[in-house]
T-cell receptor
Framework: EAQVTQNPRYLITVTGKKLTVTCSQN?????MSWYRQDPGLGLRQIYY???????DKGDVPEGYKVSRKEKRNFPLILESPSPNQTSLYFC?????????????FGQGTRLTVV | AQKVTQAQTEISVVEKEDVTLDCVYE???????LFWYKQPPSGELVFLIR??????QNEISGRYSWNFQKSTSSFNFTITASQVVDSAVYFC????????????FGAGTTVTVRA
């Protein structure tokens, strides 16, 4: 089954404790991205990757890091989480960028930073 | 500036009523793509439709229909004869040729269908 898998689904952590949210897709998609969803703001892009070893900032990259060492994986790293990073996070992948194909989203990761 | 505006924050209807969700977008590009996604209470995002800027033909898929009007920069979504299972948050999104890799989302419209 074609899917984007995020882990964990739920996470409560304390300020400053490094964490990683994993994302994996099994569709051989080149393009992957991370979004955060906040009430009243919709989804905003954090980082995206056009292919292995190629990443770039989205609209709200501060406080986040990413890496793309393999085509299927695109982890999101919070080196020192803060309460304002409490949000619902989505990983997405698509065959291509540029809107040519639709994006497939993971199930979401609800992160709470206390 | 907000590229996609969904002015309706919440809509509540009774089952079998029709409901129209408004989406107004802003872009200077001639080539762009518009999307609608559904987010049911379970939280996942479900792709509904993709439309490119050169195809203004309206589309119908079962009880769902979409009205794309470039003249008013709108891409509205109508659910006909709504059902309780249609209760969800619906997002409109824009992908511009000048910004190849980003989906710009609207704030979303929460639709509640009451039995």
């Amino acid at each position: 089954e074609a899917q984007v898998t995020q882990n964990p689904r739920y996470l409560i952590t304390v300020t400053g404790k490094k964490l990683t949210v994993t994302c994996s897709q099994n569709m051989n998609h080149e393009y992957m991205s991370w979004y955060r969803q906040d009430p009243g703001l919709g989804l905003r892009q954090i980082y995206y990757s056009m292919n292995v070893e190629v990443t770039d900032k989205g609209d709200v990259p501060e406080g986040y890091k990413v890496s793309r060492k393999e085509k299927r994986n695109f982890p999101l790293i919070l080196e020192s989480p803060s309460p304002n990073q409490t949000s619902l996070y989505f990983c997405a992948s698509s065959l291509q960028g540029r809107g040519y194909t639709e994006a497939f989203f993971g199930q979401g990761t609800r992160l709470t930073v206390v | 500036a907000q590229k996609v505006t969904q002015a309706q924050t919440e809509i509540s209807v009774v089952e079998k009523e029709d409901v129209t969700l408004d989406c107004v977008y802003e872009t200077r590009d001639t080539t762009y793509y518009l999307f609608w996604y559904k987010q049911p209470p379970s939280g996942e995002l479900v792709f509904l439709i993709r439309r490119n800027s050169f195809d203004e033909q309206n589309e119908i898929s079962g009880r769902y229909s979409w009205n794309f009007q470039k003249s008013t920069s709108s891409f509205n979504f109508t659910i006909t004869a709504s059902q309780v299972v249609d209760s969800a948050v619906y997002f409109c999104a824009l992908s511009e040729s000048s910004n190849d890799y980003k989906l710009s989302f609207g704030a979303g419209t929460t639709v509640t269908v009451r039995a």
